[in-house]
């Protein structure tokens, strides 16, 4: 029953990625369309013994376009929605040296205890800044591209029901989505929006408290500058 039903997610796939070379105005697209459709034709009206050949040489094509997705004409891409949120999340990255968000795993509490008092709380302070940092930009990017999750979500099911590899689309929605629904009761939900809201707090208030810092060490710099500055 799995291989039946994984055979049919397969061709469901196929069909949508058919639907969508369709659009396309090129001679490949449309070639390919027609292609993918006689194999799963095929595979539909194989006789009991060819049955598994069939459907196996339609899965081969199917999973073949499917990792090229990215290759196609933009118009066409199944996930061309999602495309600005991807070069969105890379320009939040940096090229060199490590960046604390993207460390597979935060210290623990053993190691933060380890440290001196003053350290300790600076550490903690880090990994809070951290995660209201991502809660910030999970609001802004969710309220960004809600219409462009909407239609990549069925493409998500699709490829996942087939046994299709679509981890990278998969994670980007889970990240952009993960602040729109809270999951749990109501009062599980209540308390981490109450979180969420003390930590934003304390963030800005740091912000503000580091932005005032900042201020004042540049008009000192100023005022040191313009005193051994040369008299005109």
Not at 141 to 160: C, Q, R
Request: with cysteine; aromatic share 6%; hydrophobic share 45%.
């Amino acid at each position: 029953m799995e291989s039946l039903d994984r055979s049919r997610a397969v061709i469901d796939l196929g069909k949508r990625l058919v639907a969508e070379l369709k659009l396309g105005d090129d001679l490949t697209a449309q070639w390919m369309a027609h292609f993918i459709a006689e194999r799963m034709d095929a595979a539909e009206r194989a006789s009991p013994e060819g049955r598994a050949s069939a459907q196996d040489a339609c899965a081969q094509v199917v999973f073949k376009l499917w990792e090229h997705r990215n290759s196609l004409p933009s118009r066409i891409r199944p996930f061309r929605e999602l495309e600005p949120l991807l070069q969105t999340l890379a320009s939040l990255d940096v090229d060199s040296g490590p960046r604390f968000r993207y460390w597979p795993q935060q210290p623990s509490d053993q190691d933060i205890e380890g440290t001196e008092i003053q350290g300790r709380d600076l550490l903690e302070t880090a990994v809070n800044l951290d995660y209201s940092a991502r809660v910030l930009i999970q609001f802004l990017l969710s309220a960004a591209a809600e219409l462009a999750t909407d239609k990549a979500i069925p493409w998500l099911e699709a490829a996942i029901d087939a046994g299709a590899n679509a981890v990278v689309e998969l994670r980007v929605v889970e990240f952009v989505t993960a602040g729109a629904k809270l999951r749990g009761t109501d009062e599980v939900a209540r308390e981490v929006l109450l979180d969420k809201i003390e930590k934003l707090e304390a963030f800005s208030q740091l912000a503000t408290a580091v932005a005032t810092d900042f201020r004042s060490k540049l008009e000192l710099a100023t005022e040191d500058e313009d005193r051994h500055s040369p008299k005109s």
